[in-house]
């Protein structure tokens, strides 16, 4: 059986989002269907609706930092019982067999995951839609527990923002002792500071605005540095094991390679595009530069499990799903700390 689910949609590349109603697609024995209580809103929703990379198939339905609770379960789902805090971030399936599969880093499926919307379902071939809606279905597998200690409202921004960051600091082993530096301080780098200094880190942020600082520090950065300033890029040269760039797009990465250590890597995990920089630095103290994309299903899992462990959640601004348009403006504007959160109890009510 199929139902009707109320959402709100990107029609076009040109129009505002709008009421929308979307036929959901025939649940499977391994489905979760839960009742939507909260979705971030990430730069990738607006960059898809507007498509600003060239592929969205419309009607899109954005959100894929999605909090709720179960709301039925299929017959041969195991993991989650009807009532359980859940959450489903950037896919909702993969292929599940490839070796990046087998590794547990569905996000980089060999045959390409399913994303949470503006993809087509494996099986039955319907569109994916995502969290700016009254219901979301995934399989079990895709679906994830969320700690019920947390503030609710904040959650959502970990499934997108929170694991971006998480899943490089994790893979370059950062913990006591490392120095890490974030570039760049919005929903993304926010999220790294945060994570950065729980996992005991001394963290640095990287800015161009001298009026973050406080901000900054406030969110656990032990030192910040303005990238404009030379005396200050010089005097953090051959600091950093990793920078997390969390630049959304193209910029110039010579003036970072320099502050990295012997050995240390900048990862980019803001900006898709070609990029310049010179290979004499990386050369001379064996440096790299990375890109990362999301995380994997059990990392996603570790990440909401260590943050119920250390209380952390996202600094975010609730807005009802009307006001979507009027966020997305502001978002472009840098003008939101750090991250829009929907409430949908006002799309149920509307
Ligand atoms: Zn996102
Ligand atoms: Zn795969």
Not at 36 to 51: F, K, P, T
Not at 97 to 106: P, V
Not at 116 to 134: C, F, I, W
Not at 220 to 248: C, E, R, Y
Request: hydrophobic fraction near 35%; charged fraction near 20%; glycine fraction near 8%.
């Amino acid at each position: 059986m199929t139902h009707n689910v109320l959402a709100y949609a990107a029609l076009d590349s040109k129009s505002p989002l709008v009421p929308y109603t979307f036929q959901q697609r025939q649940a499977r024995p391994d489905d979760v269907i839960i009742d939507i209580e909260y979705c971030g809103v990430c730069h990738s929703d607006l960059h898809q609706a507007r498509n600003d990379w060239g592929f969205s198939r419309y009607p899109i339905v954005p959100g894929h930092e999605v909090i709720g609770r179960v709301k039925s379960i299929g017959t041969s789902v195991t993991k989650f019982k009807v009532g359980d805090l859940v959450g489903i971030g950037c896919m909702v399936d993969s292929c599940r067999t490839c070796s990046a599969c087998h590794q547990g880093l569905e996000q980089y499926c060999e045959a390409g995951n399913t994303q949470t919307y503006g993809s087509l379902d494996r099986h039955d071939q319907t569109p994916t839609y995502g969290g700016y809606a009254q219901t979301i279905i995934a399989s079990q597998d895709f679906v994830l527990k969320v700690p019920e200690n947390l503030d609710t409202q904040s959650i959502a921004p970990i499934l997108c923002a929170g694991i971006t960051t998480w899943s490089p600091l994790k893979h370059w082993n950062v913990g006591k002792g490392s120095k890490v530096a974030v570039v760049g301080l919005g929903g993304l780098g926010h999220m790294a500071i945060k994570l950065a200094h729980a996992l005991d880190a001394e963290v640095t942020l990287f800015t161009r605005s001298a009026n973050k600082e406080q901000d900054a520090r406030d969110l656990g950065a032990d030192h910040v540095v303005l990238s404009t300033d030379p005396t200050q890029m010089k005097s953090v040269k051959n600091q950093f094991d990793l920078i997390i760039d969390t630049v959304p797009y193209d910029h110039d990465l010579k003036p970072y390679i320099p502050t990295l250590a012997l050995s240390g890597t900048l990862v980019l995990v803001g900006y898709l595009g070609e990029f310049s920089s010179n290979s004499v630095p990386m050369i001379m103290g064996r440096k790299s530069i990375a890109g990362s994309v999301i995380g994997g299903i059990q990392e996603t899992q570790e990440l909401l499990d260590f943050c119920g462990q250390h209380n952390i959640v996202s600094d975010v601004e609730v807005i009802d799903m009307q006001n979507i348009n009027e966020a997305f403006e502001r978002m472009l504007q840098s003008d939101v700390k750090y991250r829009f959160v929907i409430d949908m109890k006002s799309l149920h009510a509307s």
